[in-house]
C-alpha cells in the first residue's frame, strides 16, 4: 500500500511559478514510477508528467513541455513538479500517481497507476 499526499498549490498569477510535491510512504518509492495528472472542473483527466524510477525516463504532455518540469528526491520519498510560466488554462486539480509495480504501458495513461493522490488546487488568474 502506497500513500500519496500533494502539496504547494495555490492561487497565482499568470506567468508566475508554483513547486508541487508528492510525498510517498513506503520502503520501495525508489523503484516506483511516478506520474502527475491533472483535471479541470468538467473535463477529463489529463497526462501531466511522469518521471520513472530511477530518473532515466521524464515524459511531458505538449501543453507543458518547456514550463514544467518533474523530478525526483528518493532519499526524501518525494516527487516535484516545478511550473513555470503558468496560464490560466493550467487551472486543475493536480494529482500525483504512483506505480510501485512498473507496470508496462506509456507513462501517460491513468491505468499505468496503482495508487493516486488526493491532489492539490492550482489556480491561475490572468
Known amino acids: 500500500q502506497v500513500q500519496l499526499v500533494e502539496s504547494g498549490g495555490g492561487l497565482v498569477q499568470a506567468g508566475d511559478s508554483l513547486r508541487l510535491s508528492c510525498a510517498a510512504s513506503g520502503r520501495t518509492f525508489r523503484l516506483t514510477d511516478m506520474g502527475w495528472f491533472r483535471q479541470a472542473p468538467g473535463k477529463e483527466r489529463e497526462f501531466v508528467a511522469a518521471?520513472?524510477?530511477?530518473?532515466?525516463?521524464?515524459d511531458y504532455a505538449s501543453s507543458v513541455k518547456g514550463r514544467f518540469t518533474i523530478s525526483r528526491d528518493n532519499a526524501k520519498n518525494t516527487v516535484y513538479l516545478q511550473m513555470n510560466s503558468l496560464k490560466p488554462e493550467d487551472t486543475a486539480v493536480y494529482s500525483c500517481?504512483?506505480?510501485?509495480?512498473?507496470?508496462?504501458?506509456?507513462?501517460?495513461?491513468?491505468?499505468?497507476?496503482?495508487?493516486w493522490g488526493q491532489g492539490t488546487q492550482v489556480t491561475v488568474s490572468s
Open positions: 518521471i520513472s524510477w530511477s530518473g532515466s525516463i521524464r
Open positions: 500517481a504512483a506505480d510501485p509495480a512498473r507496470n508496462s504501458g506509456s507513462y501517460s495513461l491513468p491505468m499505468k497507476y496503482d495508487y
